[in-house]
């Protein structure tokens, strides 16, 4: 099993509708998630960070964790077209941050 | 400096060459991270410094690779006799603690490598 895994997509949303990001982690101790925006040719961006089960919220962002689970969401509401890109799942296990293969997400105008 | 600073942004070499790459974390990160990744693929963790240590090493490829880090600031990754294999970008991340904080990491634009 690998250690952080995403669909890799691609996810297709309408503007304006929600886009919902998955992501399962394999490792129970895992404390910290990130969720990172990288577009084409660029580097990753950090977009949300949790770290205690819940949802925490910020703009048209929210991240959902569920460690019972080892589940970890990002909701985007209203999609914009600007949001399309490829989202990075990471988790903090020991001193490695460790990043999933990334889900291709493309807003549909 | 105001980001994360890699050199060289892209980098062709001939098979069997050494390349050194070059990362300039934030001023005052502590923590500085190397990672790879190849076309298409997600993000490979090679090598984790904390000051001018390295506590886990265990992501290197192979032996072709090393790191290291002066002066708790400026690292190089060095890539000796470079495979075809290598060609990828290799980002730099830092941040102000170690990831045990739960710090954010900051990414620099990487450094393009292709092996002909």
């Known amino acids: 099993q690998k250690e952080v895994e995403q669909n890799s997509g691609p996810l297709s949303v309408p503007e304006g509708a929600i886009a919902s990001l998955n992501c399962t982690y394999s490792d129970r101790v895992s404390q910290s998630f990130f969720w990172y925006r990288q577009y084409s040719g660029k580097s990753p961006e950090l977009i949300m960070s949790i770290y205690s089960n819940g949802d925490k919220e910020d703009g048209r962002f929210t991240a959902q964790l569920n460690k019972a689970s080892q589940y970890v969401s990002l909701l985007i509401r209203d999609s914009q077209p600007s949001d399309s890109a490829t989202y990075l799942c990471a988790v903090r296990r020991d001193d490695k941050i460790i990043f999933g293969k990334g889900t291709r997400l493309h807003i549909l105008p | 400096g105001a980001g994360v600073s890699q050199s060289p942004s892209n980098k062709v070499t001939e098979k069997g060459k050494d390349v050194e790459l070059r990362c300039d974390p934030i001023?005052?990160?502590?923590?500085l991270y190397w990672y790879r990744q190849s076309l298409g693929q997600g993000l490979e963790f090679l090598i984790y410094?904390?000051?001018?240590?390295?506590?886990?090493k265990s992501g290197l490829p192979s032996d072709r690779f090393s790191a290291e880090r002066t002066g708790g600031s400026v690292s190089t990754l060095t890539i000796q006799r470079t495979q075809q294999e290598d060609s990828a970008v290799y980002l730099c991340?830092?941040?102000?603690?170690?990831?045990?904080?739960?710090?954010?990491?900051?990414f620099g634009e990487g450094s393009w490598l292709t092996v002909v």
């Open positions: 410094f904390q000051g001018n240590s390295a506590p886990d």
């Open positions: 991340a830092s941040s102000s603690m170690g990831p045990r904080s739960g710090n954010t990491i900051y």
């Open positions: 001023s005052g990160h502590t923590a």
